[in-house]
T-cell receptor
């Protein structure tokens, strides 16, 4: 059964304090791993798609990496506006079209 | 246009009411999805439409009835809901039914059943 586990559940950082969020996954035939950002009461906002181990993508202060078992979302010198819940999801070959989400990591960045 | 638009943004309905949620996209995507999200939980898939045909129904109660009139529009008809159905209802779309290129989500409809 496809499964996604995110850690930590919650993370509090000072502005400028870099850190990483983890997404461990078990999936038969990974077709894509997705990172989303979600603000309270809003829909998830697409950040990155990673397709194969070794792949990396960057956007502003965020960098996503992928291995065969996990993905990391690195946040460099975060700002208060980076505060949100970050969701990881996988698409496997056995669940066509169905994203399997992790529980999310809620990030709070204090000024 | 790279958006998925959902209306209304907020909805309060009684348990005997009938209401509908609407979702629209003009990105040429051929798959559309309904998700339900409870507070502090990840989105849960309800329905998938691929090329305007229902392809996945995640054993959703019949009080939720999806409809896809055309490739740009997705509706969710609600009838005789329960208070536990209160949640954020999210619509999403993808280029095609496999979801390989990721989903674009709308901002959601906050539904409260009283």
């Amino acid at each position: 059964e496809d499964q996604v586990t995110q850690s930590p559940e919650a993370l509090r950082l000072q502005e400028g304090e870099s850190s990483s969020l983890n997404c461990s996954y078990t999936v038969s035939g990974l077709r894509g791993l997705f990172w989303y950002r979600q603000d309270p009461g809003k829909g998830p906002e697409f950040l990155f798609t990673l397709y194969s181990a070794g792949e990396e993508k960057e956007k502003e202060r965020l960098k996503a990496t992928l291995t065969k078992k996990e993905s990391f979302l690195h946040i460099t010198a975060p700002k208060p506006e980076d505060s949100a819940t970050y969701l990881c999801a996988v698409l496997g070959s056995s669940n066509t079209g169905k994203l399997i989400f992790g529980q999310g990591t809620t990030l709070q960045v204090k000024p | 246009d790279t958006e998925v638009t959902q209306t209304p943004k907020h909805l309060v309905m009684g348990m005997t009411n009938k209401k509908s949620l609407k979702c629209e996209q003009h990105m040429g995507h051929r798959a559309m999805y309904w998700y339900k999200q409870k507070a502090k939980k990840p989105p849960e898939l309800m329905f998938v439409y691929s090329y305007e045909k229902l392809s996945i129904n995640e054993s959703v109660p019949s009080r939720f009835s999806p409809e896809c009139p055309n490739s740009s529009l997705l509706n969710l008809h609600l009838h005789a809901l329960q208070p536990e159905d209160s949640a954020l209802y999210l619509c999403a779309s993808s280029q095609e039914g496999t979801g390989n290129y990721g989903y674009t989500f709308g901002s959601g409809t906050r539904l409260t059943v009283v």
